[in-house]
């Protein structure tokens, strides 16, 4: 024989359950009612503060395996202000669109294809000390604060580019598809950046003889319209 | 008698000391220099003396030095442990190199060119550095010298030219000319070079692209250089030998184009 006591105990827990189960029920309703509702928004989450993005035209010169060409083609987006930031967006946009599957100059690459970039103003050599004049030696040595912004006005600056061994470990081999991706990242800063004369390439700050194989990676490129039309005769 | 001495030359026996001068003077006549010996002891030169000089001063000349046969250098990319691009995933840039090579080796000794290979076969280029394939290359005195690539990236014929600046060689004088820049005088020919073998690829129905580009290969060379690089046409064409015999003989052919052409000179033997 089962005590009372034990079964109003028995009768209150299991009320207490089941109030328990159709409460739960009822919460999880209004969460799923929550998240379809957020799912669902068409409107997009806006940047904080109001801010207005500034977008501008920029142009990359775009390489086309199947015709031999490289082609102008100008885009807008945005950009910050530092120039090495810049160069670094804009090439790092120009593999983005080289990394699509549907581009026609596809390339495979895990990550990021740029590991820095930054310019340096020409020439390299150190500007030549004034010939008389001067007893303190370290006024001699030691050129004006303009010094080098002013050469750099006359000669312009040598842009490095410095990329990622996996990029260039995963580049497709080739004189043809080598050549191309050179000659597209040469035109693409000579027409973003005409301050820049001089280009040449690092491979994780080192230099590398071939980007893969084939094009040499090691010598400094003059920055010129490497606009390419199709020379392709076709019988 | 003259017709007694003409019977005995045709037989190739001199009947006497004067019998080369009986022929040259003859010979003279007609603007052969071949044989002059002073001595004056002929006499005055007859019809079948005269038929006897032709017959025989076309032997003399084949007993003069042949001139030096027009040398073409050929260099299979790659080969050793560098196998290059791969066509498809069995198949390496240096076998395809290699192959090529050889059947255009062959072609072009058939049209009487003496052809420098840098290697034969993908292994004899283990001990073969990028600058010892130069440094051949510029000791062979070549009218012509061909790198020969391959890729799967793009279809059909790619000639390249170095993307040096031409220089002159007049404006350059005695100055040094840096390794990787020897190729600058001869920019102009190389390019010439370049669009004779387009002209004939396209003629042999084939897709054919020329530019230019840096290659090591290419700008320490001293003679008329093109990089060509073999894209298969489908997965098919990839290793096809029919595909590779009509480049050839398109290269071939415009090559022997290029033996009369005035800017076919040698290279200079620029050595490391």
Redesign the interface.
């Known amino acids: 024989m089962i005590p009372r006591y034990q079964r109003i105990l028995f009768l209150a827990l299991m009320t207490l359950s089941v109030l328990m189960a159709g409460y739960l029920w009822r919460v999880h309703q209004r969460t799923i009612a929550r998240l379809n509702s957020i799912s669902s928004a068409a409107t997009p989450i806006e940047a904080p503060g109001g801010a207005t993005i500034q977008t501008e035209a920029v142009t990359f010169l775009l390489a086309d395996?199947?015709a031999?060409t490289i082609t102008p083609s100008d885009r807008q987006i945005a950009l910050p202000n530092e120039p090495t930031i810049r160069l670094r967006a804009i090439l790092e946009r120009l593999f983005s669109d080289y990394g699509q599957t549907d581009s026609r100059h596809p390339l495979k690459f895990d990550g990021s294809a740029i590991a820095d970039v930054f310019f340096l103003p020409l020439p390299l050599t150190p500007p030549k000390p004034p010939e008389s004049g001067y007893k303190n030696t370290e006024e001699k040595t030691t050129p004006s604060p303009t010094a080098f912004t002013d050469m750099a006005a006359r000669n312009g600056y040598m842009a490095v580019i410095n990329l990622r061994q996996s990029f260039a470990d995963a580049h497709?081999?080739?004189?043809?598809?080598e050549?191309l991706t050179?000659l597209s990242i040469l035109g693409t800063v000579h027409a973003n950046f005409p301050q820049v004369s001089r280009i040449r390439f690092l491979v994780d700050g080192k230099t590398r003889?071939?980007l893969?194989?084939?094009?040499?990676l090691d010598?400094v490129?003059p920055s010129t319209d490497t606009t390419?039309q199709?020379?392709?005769?076709?019988? | 008698m003259p017709w007694i001495r003409a019977f005995f030359l045709l037989l190739g026996i001199p009947t006497e000391e004067c019998s080369g001068v009986f022929i040259a003077e003859n010979a003279h006549r007609c603007g052969s220099p071949t044989l002059h010996r002073q001595k004056k002891c002929s006499k005055p030169a007859s019809f079948a003396a005269a038929a006897v000089a032709a017959l025989l001063l076309p032997a003399a000349r084949a007993q003069t030095p042949a001139p030096q046969q027009p040398v073409i250098l050929l260099d299979a990319a790659h080969g050793g442990p560098d196998t290059g691009a791969r066509l498809t995933e069995k198949l390496p840039e240096r076998e395809v190199t290699i192959a090529f090579a050889n059947r255009l080796q062959s072609l072009l000794i058939v049209r009487g060119f003496k052809v420098v290979l840098t290697h034969t076969t993908p292994d004899d280029a283990a001990n073969l550095t990028g600058d010892g394939r130069v440094e051949l290359a510029n000791r062979s005195g070549a009218m012509a010298c061909i790198t020969l690539h391959a890729s799967g990236n793009a279809a059909g014929v790619h000639l390249f030219t170095s993307a040096l600046p031409e220089t002159e060689p007049a404006l350059q004088g005695a100055k040094p000319v840096p390794w990787n820049e020897a190729q600058a005088p001869w920019v102009t020919r190389s390019l010439r070079l370049a669009s004779e073998l387009q002209a004939a690829i396209s003629r042999s129905h084939t897709p054919v692209t020329s530019s230019r580009t840096w290659l090591a290969a290419l700008d320490s060379l001293a003679c008329p250089a093109v990089a060509i690089e073999l894209g298969p046409l489908d997965d098919a064409t990839a290793q096809d030998p029919a595909y590779q015999q009509r480049v050839a003989e398109a290269i071939a052919g415009a090559l022997l184009f290029w033996r009369g052409h005035p800017n076919a000179v040698t290279g200079t033997g620029a050595v490391r």
Do not use: C, N, Q
Request: aromatic share 8%; charged share 20%; hydrophobic share 30%.
């Open positions: 395996d199947a031999g497709p081999s080739g004189i043809e598809v050549t050179v003889p071939t893969a194989g084939h094009f040499s010598r490129y390419l199709s020379t392709k005769e076709i019988p």
